[in-house]
């Protein structure tokens, strides 16, 4: 009854206490929202009320709401550091193709260079195309992972070494290409000179030997040719007269000659008569100085620089005639030295 008066009354700011069963009493809030002397109790003897239950709640979602908060920025820094690494990875590719390119011009600026390679610079040329060839197509590849790009990298970082050594190695072939032209080019200047010494030393050799020779050859130092009439008795007398004269007597000495080699000689004896022909029989040929001469008659002398003296008789072809015939005595080498006759 009190209850019903409360609702129909709406007496506000009134505690009532209705008795309900044995020793329990229910407070009722007032309409002001004064907390009624039950709930005081039930707060002081330590029991929750209904709020609590409702900030239980309130906590639980709190928490579910942090927790997908922070799964979401989870999740959004994993997808934003992918995103990120992958620009890395492109941009690194990126670069290490630029860095290929630049090798590979290098490698083809020092090919071009006309140089005679060895058979290990062959290699290692052969060896870093192969090498830049396998990396670009590493490199086109679009499922490259951190390790399998720090591994590229560390193949171009190796292949720059080793394009650095073969562009070191290329230079010194190079320079000692160079130093075995200077070289080379100082030995030929060298057996140039050499030759245009030899050349000259040969010349001087020749005329050294020809001026020998022409001192070497045997000389007349002087010569006698006296006309004999031969007697009946054998008796043989000087003659003037050419019906008289039966033959020529020809007697020499050989100048003093160290040089000339003591040895037997071919004296070649060519006989001009008073008209100016030389006589000769049976076509005799000789040769001074590399031209060939007709001679009258030959005799062999043995030289041996002693200043003996010579003696040769020509009985001539026909009967001698008046006049004057000369006599010329050569060997190989040329002159002797000659002489003339006048007969009446």
């Known amino acids: ?41 039930k707060m002081n003897d330590g029991e929750t009320p209904d709020k609590s239950k409702d900030t239980t709640k309130i906590y639980f979602f709190i928490v579910a709401i942090i927790t997908l908060l922070a799964t979401n920025v989870y999740f959004y820094v994993k997808y934003r550091n992918s995103d990120s690494q992958n620009v890395t990875i492109l941009s690194e590719k990126s670069q290490m193709e630029s860095e290929l390119d630049r090798i590979e011009v290098e490698l083809d600026r020092v090919t071009k260079e006309n140089v005679k390679l060895t058979e290990d610079l062959k290699l290692a040329q052969e060896s870093a195309r192969i090498k830049i060839d396998e990396l670009r197509t590493k490199l086109t590849q679009n499922e490259l992972d951190r390790a399998e790009i720090e591994r590229a990298q560390q193949q171009i970082i190796q ?15 190079k320079s000692e290409n160079a130093l075995l032209v200077s070289e080379r080019d100082s030995l030929k200047v060298s057996a140039n000179s050499a030759i245009a010494k030899a050349d000259e030393l040969e010349s001087i050799n020749h005329d050294l030997e020809q001026k020998v020779d022409v001192a070497s050859a ?25 019906k008289r004269t039966d ?39 000789f040769e001074v100085d590399g031209i060939e001469m007709q001679y009258t008659e030959k005799t062999g002398i043995e030289f041996s620089n ?18 004057t015939y ?7 080498k040329g002159t002797m030295g000659k ?6």
Do not use: C
């Open 1 to 41: 009854m009190l209850e019903q008066f409360l609702l129909n009354g709406r007496e506000p700011n009134v505690l009532k206490v209705e008795k309900m069963e044995e020793n329990d009493v229910k407070y009722k809030r007032s309409f002001n929202g004064e907390i009624t002397v039950n709930e005081q109790n």
């Open 159 to 173: 292949l720059r070494e080793a394009v650095s050594k073969y562009k070191k190695d290329i230079e010194k072939l």
């Open 218 to 242: 045997l000389k007349i130092s002087s010569i006698n040719v006296n006309a004999l009439r031969v007697h009946r008795s054998g008796k043989e007398s000087s003659e003037t007269r050419a």
């Open 247 to 285: 033959k020529l007597k020809i007697d020499f000495n050989i100048a003093d000659n160290p040089l000339a080699k003591k040895a037997i000689y071919e004296v070649y004896i060519r006989v001009i008569e008073p008209s100016g022909n030389l006589l000769i029989a049976d076509n005799n040929i």
């Open 306 to 323: 002693d200043g003996k003296l010579y003696s040769f008789e020509w009985k001539g072809f026909e009967e001698f005639k008046s006049g």
């Open 326 to 332: 000369t006599i010329v005595l050569y060997t190989s």
């Open 339 to 344: 002489a003339t006759i006048r007969l009446s």
